[in-house]
């Protein structure tokens, strides 16, 4: 279940964007992926999940070289997780998920099966047969973790998952995919907001113009420094009181 980049670049064209990125994480990790917009982020996954095939340098997925892996195999090793938006088809919310569990073949009963059990565990069975297109953004965020999950892939990719998603549903979803780590899925997530990272991230990964700025335990590396300098504002991390001890959260100075 492991993600290991090594010295990996990647140029659009002339429009060099991501310039020796190393780093591995292991199953349980919760990685949020955090830096200035035009970092290189979203390109990063593009890379993992082999649409950006001309790359240079090294991606292996649980020990696998991505330069072997067929569409299939890859699949069944990595998900990835979109921003929330409406599709265009307005598939029941188990038929999205069915398309995960085996999106090559028709579903037999043991997809059904898979599908539903993870509709269970992510507490949205009675959404089963409702439109992917008539439930809340929150919801439809669920929706694509049960599709995901249903692809039995144990590496997720999540681009800003919760960037529509109001106050209450982001972090009914972090708290739901920190689950997921817990129980040994790799997750790596991208996100604008330090609180998603100290909240929920067990490490956090840092690109800065296409490198990496720092990569470690996320109390400890995302320091005030380091987000003074990636944000480029100034601005207090502190720890809070939470009921149970605290978490570092940060706040703008004014
Ligand atoms: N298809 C493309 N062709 C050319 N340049 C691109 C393409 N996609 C992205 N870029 C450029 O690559 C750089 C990195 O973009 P990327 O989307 O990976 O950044 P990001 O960190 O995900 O940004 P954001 O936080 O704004 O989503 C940017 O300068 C962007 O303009």
Redesign the pocket.
């Known amino acids: 279940m492991s993600i290991d980049v090594r010295d990996l670049s990647f140029a659009?064209?002339k429009?060099q964007?991501l310039r020796q990125v190393s780093f591995r994480t292991r199953p349980g990790q919760l990685v949020a992926v955090l830096?200035?917009?035009?970092?290189?982020?979203?390109?990063?996954?593009?890379c993992i999940l082999g649409f950006l095939p001309r790359y240079r340098g090294e991606i292996a997925l649980c020990g696998h070289d991505l330069r072997s892996l067929d569409r299939r195999s890859l699949a069944r090793l990595a998900a990835y997780i979109p921003q929330s938006s409406a599709p265009v088809y307005n598939y029941t919310v188990r038929d999205t998920v069915l398309m995960g569990a085996d999106p090559f073949h028709g579903p037999g009963p043991s997809q059904q099966e898979t599908a539903d059990r993870v509709l269970e565990t992510l507490g949205i069975r009675d959404l089963a047969d409702r439109g992917i297109n008539e439930i809340s953004g929150g919801e439809r965020q669920l929706a694509l973790i049960a599709r995901a999950m249903a692809q039995q892939a144990k590496i997720l990719l999540m681009?800003?998952p919760t960037a529509s998603l109001d106050y209450g549903n982001q972090f009914r979803l972090l708290r739901q995919v920190r689950q997921l780590a817990d129980s040994g899925y790799t997750v790596l997530l991208?996100t604008?907001n330090p609180e998603h990272a100290f909240r929920f991230a067990t490490d956090v990964l840092v690109?800065r113009e296409?490198g990496v700025r720092a990569f470690g335990p996320a109390a400890e590396t995302l320091t005030e420094e380091l987000l003074r300098e990636i944000y480029r504002i100034p601005l207090t991390v502190a720890d809070i009181p939470v009921p149970g001890g605290s978490v570092k959260g940060c706040v703008y100075d004014t």
Not at 35 to 46: D, E, I, V
Request: hydrophobic share 25%; aromatic share 10%.
């Open positions: 659009y064209g429009r964007v830096g200035p917009n035009g970092a290189g982020k979203s390109t990063l996954f593009r681009d800003e991208s604008h690109l296409g």
